[in-house]
T-cell receptor
Framework: GENVEQHPSTLSVQEGDSAVIKCTYS??????FPWYKQELGKRPQLIID?????GEKKDQRIAVTLNKTAKHFSLHITETQPEDSAVYFC??????????????FGTGTRLTIIP | AAGVIQSPRHLIKEKRETATLKCYPI?????VYWYQQGPGQDPQFLIS???????DKGSIPDRFSAQQFSDYHSELNMSSLELGDSALYFC??????????????FGPGTRLTVL
């Protein structure tokens, strides 16, 4: 089955600086890679996702890059703000039969923005 | 926009009791996923349903069962509860798209505490 590794497990960044979180996956069949932000006790919220036919995607201060050959993808947050503090999970999924199947999550990164 | 609804939001049970968690997907979504998230852990996939049929199965104990009904809502039934079942249980829903790259949206979760 799929295995997703994520690092770092904790990250502290000065407000206004950039944050980068990296993930690697094992199953070359995986073709969908979402990133979720989760605040304590709350639901995971999708912040950005990328499909395997795209190398990079950007949405305002958030960007994701994908290297299919190396099987790794990264989340980049620029101009960080205190409200960016949360746990971030990467995930991988693949198409089986039809439709996306289960998400396999990384172990999470606790991001702290220092004012 | 309507989101995924889960009930109850909090549930306290004794060991060996049973519990039923309910999930109402986003309107028109045809796929439901269940995930279990222990304290400080990433969400772990339990089971999923597409058009009322089980589509995938993960690390779900035999003590647990689930189904999706004709109105697309889903229920997770948990019997012989153990202390280790204490966790956040998330339901997610999606709409299967051509090409199979659909997005999963999470509900607010049910916090189950087993005493």
């Amino acid at each position: 089955g799929e295995n997703v590794e994520q690092h770092p497990s904790t990250l502290s960044v000065q407000e206004g600086d950039s944050a980068v979180i990296k993930c690697t996956y094992s199953d070359s069949a995986s073709n969908y890679f979402p990133w979720y932000k989760q605040e304590l006790g709350k639901r995971p919220q999708l912040i950005i996702d990328i499909r395997s036919n795209v190398g990079e995607k950007k949405d305002q201060r958030i960007a994701v890059t994908l290297n299919k050959t190396a099987k790794h993808f990264s989340l980049h947050i620029t101009e960080t703000q205190p409200e960016d503090s949360a746990v971030y999970f990467c995930a991988a999924s693949y198409t089986r039969n039809f439709g996306n199947e289960k998400l396999t999550f990384g172990t999470g990164t606790r991001l702290t923005i220092i004012p | 926009a309507a989101g995924v609804i889960q009930s109850p939001r909090h549930l306290i049970k004794e060991k060996r009791e049973t519990a039923t968690l309910k999930c109402y997907p986003i309107p028109r979504h045809d796929t439901v996923y269940w995930y279990q998230q222990g304290p400080g852990q990433d969400p772990q996939f339990l089971i999923s349903f597409y058009e009322k049929m089980q589509s995938d199965k993960g690390s779900i104990p035999d003590r647990f069962s689930a189904q999706q009904f004709s109105d697309y809502h889903s229920e997770l039934n948990m019997s012989s509860l153990e202390l280790g079942d204490s966790a956040l249980y998330f339901c997610a829903s999606s709409l299967r798209l051509a090409g199979g790259l659909d997005t999963q949206y999470f509900g607010p979760g049910t916090r189950l505490t087993v005493l």
